[in-house]
């Protein structure tokens, strides 16, 4: 945990941004199916590029997105996600994403919490043990609980768990659209403080403007100008961060966007659930 920490506080101050959000829950997108590829963060020669990456720019972001998704998929994480809007320097809107996830997601514990001004306070809590997803949702003190997958279709449909999860894990879709649409300036090797604490070789993207406005924010009606981005990145292709920052323009409102996304832990993670979780019935009777 201590590593972790140290991670998120230097990412924090080598990154751009923050936190991000705008009228959209979800920052996830569809699937990618995953391409065959290195484990993602073994050790490599650092001259060598992550799929997708040509030269100093991003040449093909579904492969790079392949390559994260198949580095992500057969080792435990952890996943953080914020995204926060504010409007005149006053929070507005606040998604927090938290998730837990085991390897080849035979287990996961995940949050999402949404707080602001502009919002009625929610938190979704959700867990996959034994065949089965929970959901327990919480709005303004009044909370909710749901099967809403079981493996064997007993009080809930029988999805599998990474499909079953209210969000997408890998957010592949939304790593398609960011480095689909931001003007990437530079790809390099990342600096050797970040690289320590991760372990791995790391290349850190830089993108500033959008040719694709639309693409980055959340709605693709909104006007988006000021965009920045920043992002680091294996060779074997897990995109291990990034931070993201723009405005969008809502007739004579500006709003000012932040988001991060960082993956820490892998292959460490151990999924803890709470007391609760703990001692419910795994399945119905």
């Known amino acids: 945990m201590r590593r972790g920490a140290a991670i998120a506080a230097v990412c924090l101050c080598l990154l ?8 959209g829950d979800d920052a996830a997108g569809g699937t990618v199916t995953p ?4 484990t993602a963060d073994t050790p490599t020669s650092p001259d060598r590029h992550a799929p997708g990456i040509v030269g100093d720019r991003v040449g093909n972001a579904t492969a790079l997105a392949r390559a994260h998704v198949a580095g992500l998929s057969n080792t435990s994480y952890q996943v953080r ?11 507005y809107r606040r998604v927090r994403t938290r998730a837990s996830v085991s390897a080849g997601y035979r287990s996961y514990t995940a949050t999402r919490t949404v707080t602001g001004q502009g919002v009625h306070a929610r938190e979704v809590h959700e867990t996959w043990r034994d065949g089965r997803a929970l959901r327990r949702t919480t709005v303004n ?8 997958a079981d493996s064997r279709g007993i009080g809930g449909p029988p999805r599998p768990p990474r499909a079953a999860l209210f969000f997408e894990p890998t957010f592949n879709g939304r790593l398609i659209d960011l480095l689909s649409a931001t003007n990437v300036t530079s790809v390099r090797p990342g600096q ?5 604490l991760y372990g791995v070789s790391l290349y850190r993207i830089e993108g500033t403007g959008a040719a694709e406005a639309g693409a980055v924010a959340t709605r693709p009606a909104d ?12 060779p074997g292709g897990v995109v291990r961060s990034y931070a993201l920052q723009y405005t969008v323009v809502d007739g004579s409102d500006a709003h000012r966007v932040t988001e991060t996304l960082r993956y820490s832990d ?10 609760r979780e703990r001692n419910r019935t795994a399945r119905p009777d």
Do not use: M, W
């Not at 996600?81 to 929070?91: E, K, M, Q, W, Y």
């Not at 292959?267 to 007391?275: C, K, M, W």
């Open 81 to 91: 996600h914020t995204r926060t809007v504010r409007r005149d320097g006053d929070l």
């Open 192 to 196: 050797p403080v970040v690289e320590q």
């Open 223 to 234: 006007r988006v100008r000021n965009v920045s981005l920043s992002a680091t990145v294996t």
């Open 141 to 148: 003190g009044s909370t909710t609980t749901a099967v809403v």
């Open 35 to 38: 391409a065959p590829v290195p």
């Open 16 to 23: 751009s941004a923050g936190c991000t959000g705008l009228f």
């Open 266 to 275: 892998l292959g460490t993670t151990e999924v803890v659930f709470d007391a």
